[in-house]
């Protein structure tokens, strides 16, 4: 897949993958109002423009780190929830701790996000790949 195909899955995927989520969680966890979760994912946009296709080439790096050790959908699994929680934890600190909150602050919202991170790599990488896929340049051949 081209470059420019690769970037619009990979920015498509996490755009639409964090509003669905991103406002489920906030909506039926959080209690946030549905304005609230609006307003949030309207911010998250230009962080989620600016970080999702470095993120898709940290993880095709990371993935192909697996597959070097085995090739099993076990360690697929495995590898995308290392790439996603090593990826979006910094970026999540980093975004908590530029509103102002304090370094304790920091590392409880981040233990906080912990076992979300976990649970949404898989889901995540599988659905980036689908997008990659809706993407991907097709021969005459392939379209038909």
């Keep these: 897949m081209s470059i420019k195909r690769e970037t619009i899955a990979d920015t498509f995927a ?5 509003l669905v989520v991103g406002m489920s969680v906030e909506l039926f966890v959080a209690g946030l109002s549905l304005e609230q979760s609006l307003h949030s994912r309207l911010l998250s946009i230009p962080v989620n423009l600016l970080i999702a296709r470095p993120y898709g080439m940290y993880r095709d790096w990371i ?6 050790v085995t090739s099993s959908s076990l360690m697929d699994s495995i590898m995308d929830i290392v790439a996603f929680l090593s990826f979006q934890m910094p970026v999540y600190a980093v975004l ?3 509103s102002g909150a304090s370094l304790d602050q920091v590392i409880t919202a981040c233990m906080g996000q912990l076992g979300a991170l976990i649970l949404m790599g898989r889901p995540y990488g599988i659905y980036m790949q689908m997008c990659r896929n809706w993407f991907a340049e097709r021969t005459p051949l392939q379209a038909a």
């Design 63 to 68: 993935m192909a780190r697996g597959r070097k």
């Design 14 to 18: 996490l755009i639409s993958f964090g």
């Design 96 to 98: 908590v701790g530029t």
